[in-house]
T-cell receptor, first 111, second 116 residues
């Protein structure tokens, strides 16, 4: 399983764009990159998934460079409710797979 | 609402006791996962079942066991409980590859276990 490295914590203010970068130097050819969000005492929630280039949904954008050794989750105009832990995961896009969560990035959004 | 249902939501029990946590996956999902989350350990993968068969094992203690039933619901059994077993236990589910599922897994709201 590819190991991921992401900052332990980040601070931001409401209305700002937040970019969280994850390193995954040993990503395999078949691996996808998935980001989850977790609020205290709640289960992690799927945010976005990508394989290469850029993916955008109503919540976030995911930028993946050509070498796929890193990825950046971009949250536009964050609000206080975006304060949460964000996990970057790398794994095979298969229902057989098991996802291993790292420590995640604790994002604190202040007024 | 992820569609994954866990019961009970909260449970307080004494050391040495045994408890069973129950999980109903999203409709049609064949894979069920169990995770443990405590303050000092983060989110730890315990075990995965796929269509009734054990698929992968993580950091699951021998005192813990799980199974997935023909109707696809799953149970996590925790026995000889210790204070350190106090944690939030999550169940998650995902579709199988033949269902067109990817590795997006959907988590329940968790079962809070407190061992006193």
């Amino acid at each position: 399983l590819a190991k991921t490295t992401q900052p332990i914590s980040m601070d931001s203010y409401e209305g700002q764009e937040v970019n969280i970068t994850c390193s995954h130097n040993n990503i395999a050819t078949n691996d996808y990159i998935t980001w989850y969000q977790q609020f205290p005492s709640q289960g992690p929630r799927f945010i976005i998934q990508g394989y290469k280039t850029k993916v955008t949904n109503e919540v976030a954008s995911l930028f993946i460079p050509a070498d796929r050794k890193s990825s950046t989750l971009s949250l536009p105009r964050v609000s206080l409710s975006d304060t949460a832990v964000y996990y970057c995961l790398v794994g095979v896009n298969s229902g057989y797979s098991t996802l291993t969560f790292g420590k995640g990035t604790m994002l604190l959004v202040s007024p | 609402d992820s569609g994954v249902t866990q019961t009970p939501k909260h449970l307080i029990t004494a050391t040495g006791q045994r408890v069973t946590l129950r999980c109903s996956p999203r409709s049609g999902d064949l894979s069920v996962y169990w995770y443990q989350q405590s303050l000092d350990q983060g989110l730890q993968f315990l075990i995965q079942y796929y269509n009734g068969e054990e698929r992968a094992k993580g950091n699951i203690l021998e005192r813990f066991s799980a199974q997935q039933f023909p109707d696809l619901h799953s149970e996590l059994n925790l026995s000889s409980l210790e204070l350190g077993d106090s944690a939030l236990y999550f169940c998650a589910s995902s579709a199988g590859p033949e269902q067109g599922g990817g590795n997006t897994i959907y988590f329940g709201e968790g079962s809070w276990l407190t061992v006193v």
